[in-house]
């Protein structure tokens, strides 16, 4: 008798910078791993989180948003994106329910081959005709995505439903990882994204764009020692974060705790790396 193969596969998850993509990821996860900020432009790097359903395995690749920014590194963070759904089975193109259908257009523009499926995310933020009104935008497109699904992070729904479509596209596979993984980064990769996820919430403005974090240690014992660094382009910049320092400690050591489960001393450190944002060959290997 032939054993019943599950059905496996790399998701790319594209969308507008802001669109929900990280939150979603660990909200379908069960696991905050990703970085989110209300800030634009947040996540930097490619991280996967491997899901279950069921015997079905999805993993899902978080990507940098995609932008009109003509800054340096924000076009690279496009660039990253892109390339993210080459190496895919299929892609979960997010879009609030309050962005309108530009950016889906752009994204059909591409041809990709792959099947996507499409989440209207921030559902509860709307009134129910709102939503209905952006399903009945996006039915002129039926032809192209394979299913539309609403969801809310805030609210908890539809986490099912949209697995669900998510595996019907995907094909028979065995399992790439152990399913007791939730990711393959590195657990320091993880805790560098939850420091920079502190600094963007902590200190203001355009600030955060300028700092980049460097895990330099991370040992184990009777709690998670981690020590790094907060990188910077300018003195006066360091003067800012040097003073947040212990609110971005506290909101990085809490995120740290929830996942790790232990208790956790985190030394931070701020340098300066003169100009690295302009300069495009340490940009890229900074964001590496
Ligand atoms: N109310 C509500 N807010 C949400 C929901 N999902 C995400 N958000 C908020 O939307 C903002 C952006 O979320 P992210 O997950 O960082 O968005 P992203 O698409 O990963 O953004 P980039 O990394 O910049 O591309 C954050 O403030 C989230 O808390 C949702 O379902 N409901
Ligand atoms: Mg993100």
Not at 40 to 53: E, P, Y
Not at 112 to 124: C, E, Y
């Amino acid at each position: 008798m032939r054993c019943k193969m599950p059905k496996s596969g790399f998701i790319a998850v594209l969308g507008r910078t802001n669109a929900g993509k990280s939150s979603l990821i660990n909200y379908l996860l069960n696991t905050k791993i990703a970085m989110v900020s209300h800030k634009q432009n947040a996540t930097r790097r490619l991280l996967k989180a491997i899901v279950m359903d069921g015997d079905n395995q999805l993993i899902f690749t978080d990507t940098p948003g995609l932008n009109d920014s003509q800054k340096a590194m924000n076009k690279i963070l496009n660039e990253r994106a892109l390339l993210a759904s080459q190496g895919s089975d299929a892609i979960l193109f997010c879009a609030s329910v309050f962005d309108d259908t530009s950016v889906y257009e752009k994204f059909l523009e591409m041809n990709s081959s792959l099947p996507h499926v499409v989440a209207i995310t921030k559902i509860d933020l709307a009134k129910k005709e709102q939503l209905f009104a952006k399903l009945r935008e996006y039915a002129k497109y039926s032809e192209h995505f394979s299913a539309i699904v609403p969801v809310s992070t805030k609210k908890a729904v539809f986490r099912r439903e949209l697995l669900s479509e998510i595996s019907k596209i995907l094909p028979e596979a065995p399992h790439y990882y152990d399913s007791e993984n939730i990711s393959d980064a590195m657990a320091k990769d993880i805790y560098r994204e939850f420091i920079l996820e502190a600094i963007f919430e902590c200190v203001s403005e355009e600030l955060p764009y300028s700092a980049e974090v460097r895990v330099k240690n991370v040992s184990e014992g009777d709690m998670l020692r981690i020590e790094a660094l907060i990188i910077t382009d300018n003195a006066s910049h360091k003067g800012i974060f040097i003073s947040a320092l212990k609110n971005i400690g506290i909101r990085a050591r809490k995120l740290i705790s929830a996942l790790s489960g232990q208790k956790v001393y985190l030394g931070l450190e701020v340098v300066v790396e003169k100009n690295w944002l302009k300069d495009e060959k340490k940009l890229i290997k900074f964001i590496d």
